[in-house]
Each structure stands twice: as structure tokens, then as C-alpha cells.
């Protein structure tokens, strides 16, 4: 299933390249820039990364956002999430979970986000776990994806 195709972005790829050698690590295959199709709105959703668990079947979304400096990133996440939680609703069980994932070191936001801030606001916030990169990381170290 590890498939790689093309992004406009260098700190994407270095964030993607981070996370891939971790979930192979770990029992997951993935495939990166899927279309899942379509997010709230109508527009067609891409996602980062695919990964399915070799050995259990669990298949996961996984959204990589990296802020280096101040910026509209943040603005993303909510919307992110809720677009993820509905995939996964629409997916008929197709998908188990889904992560965004937030690196770099220009978030404002960060310990809002990782620290459930938007559970509240979101109805299916159990659907999406926003982490760092290290939490994420740890995560599937900890087979606990």
C-alpha cells in the first residue's frame, strides 16, 4: 500500500517524511495524498496520509499541518477536524480514527488544539485527535494509533 505522490510544499514533505518511516515501523502501510471525497462544502478532500494496520485493519486519516511562523494554519484546524469526523461518519467503516497532526513551532494555538479546546465545539471530537508531532510519534510507538 506505500504509495507517494507529489506536494507543493517542502515543509509538508518534511513533516510526511518524519511521520512515514514511523508508521511502517509500527505494522501500518499507507498511501499519501488520497482523495477520500468530499468535505463539507463540496470540494474534493485530500488527505495527507491513509495508514492501515497490518495486523488489525485499522485505518486511519491522517492530516499533516506545519506552522513555522505565524499564520492562517490555525485557522484550518477546526475545519479540518470537521471535515475529518464527517468522513469517517460517511465512510460506512471504512475509517476507525483520525489525527491531525501539528508541527513546527508557530503555533499559538497549539496547547488549545492538543489539548482538547475544540471537544466542546465539535459534536464528533472522539472522531479526531489533534497532537504534536511528538505525541503522534509516541503514539504509534505505543501501538496506541
Not at 10 to 25: A, F, Q, Y
Not at 55 to 71: A, H
Amino acid at each position: 500500500m506505500a504509495q507517494r505522490k507529489g506536494r507543493n510544499t517542502g515543509t509538508g514533505r518534511t513533516l510526511e517524511d518524519l511521520i512515514l518511516p514511523v508508521l511502517e515501523r509500527n505494522g501500518y502501510t499507507y498511501l499519501t495524498q488520497v482523495n477520500i471525497g468530499q468535505r463539507l462544502g463540496g470540494r474534493r478532500h485530500v488527505v495527507d496520509i491513509v495508514a492501515r494496520h497490518k495486523e488489525t485493519g485499522r485505518t486511519l486519516l491522517i492530516s499533516l499541518k506545519w506552522q513555522q511562523t505565524s499564520g492562517t494554519a490555525e485557522q484550518k484546524v477546526p475545519f479540518e477536524a470537521m471535515c475529518l469526523a464527517e468522513a469517517i461518519l460517511q465512510g460506512k467503516g471504512r475509517f476507525h480514527a483520525a489525527y491531525i497532526v501539528l508541527g513546527g513551532d508557530g503555533w499559538s494555538l497549539r496547547d488549545f488544539f492538543t489539548g482538547g479546546g475544540l471537544d466542546r465545539h465539535l459534536k464528533f471530537a472522539d472522531l479526531v485527535d489533534v497532537v504534536t508531532l511528538e505525541q503522534f510519534i509516541a503514539k504509534a510507538n505505543r501501538q496506541e494509533l
